[in-house]
């Protein structure tokens, strides 16, 4: 596997995925990913991403109960 970046050689590894979103940052650490030997990019396969995906919904879902809640207060 090749990097889409600089095409460098690309070896399995460990990658952080970071997620900024309106109202919450989240950074996963020790996701499995492919990484460049060269440039440090990191590429998540469809599995991973589709884990992280569902994960991302259920936050926003939660964190939108909360700024609901927060309504209450207003
Ligand atoms: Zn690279």
Redesign the pocket.
Known sequence: MR??????E?KKGKGSYNIHRKGYHFILDEIPAWV??????TYFEEDEVEEIQSLIDELDSRIKKINKYDLEYV
């Open positions: 990097c889409y970046v600089c095409n460098g690309m460049c030997e060269n440039c440090g990019e």
